[in-house]
Nanobody, 115 residues
Framework: QAQLVESGGGLVQAGGSLRLSCAAS????????MGWYRQAPGKQRELVVT???????NYADFVKGRFTISRGNAKNTVYLQMNSLKPEDTAVYYC?????????WGQGTQVTVSS
């Protein structure tokens, strides 16, 4: 069964760092574009960053210079290093894997940044 499993969320003070991980099951092709989205209370889900199997990235303007996405050597794991966190980064962060036909979402992990 295809699935994405996230980990690494938590509570951190403003200015702190967190690292999120997302492991994709083997049934999800390594050619998929993987990425992170987030959804804050009362807001729509929004793109944070994506990365292709070749390593090309697309960052939302509000995280440029603070967040870094990377893929593991096996290509089926993706990481999100979040630095200089702000209270407005508080949200549920979702891992996403997107192919030409299919798309998968993780269950989400809560990130809370206190001021």
């Amino acid at each position: 069964q295809a699935q994405l499993v996230e980990s690494g969320g938590g509570l951190v003070q403003a200015g702190g760092s967190l690292r999120l991980s997302c492991a994709a099951s083997r049934s999800i092709s390594i050619t998929y574009v993987m990425g992170w989205y987030r959804q804050a209370p009362g807001k729509q889900r929004e793109l944070v960053v994506t990365i292709t199997s070749g390593g090309s990235t697309n960052y939302a303007d509000f995280v440029k210079g603070r967040f870094t996405i990377s893929r593991g050597n096996a290509k089926n794991t993706v990481y999100l290093q979040m630095n200089s966190l702000k209270p407005e980064d508080t949200a549920v962060y979702y891992c996403n894997a997107r192919g030409d036909i299919r798309e998968y979402w993780g269950q989400g992990t809560q990130v809370t940044v206190s001021s």
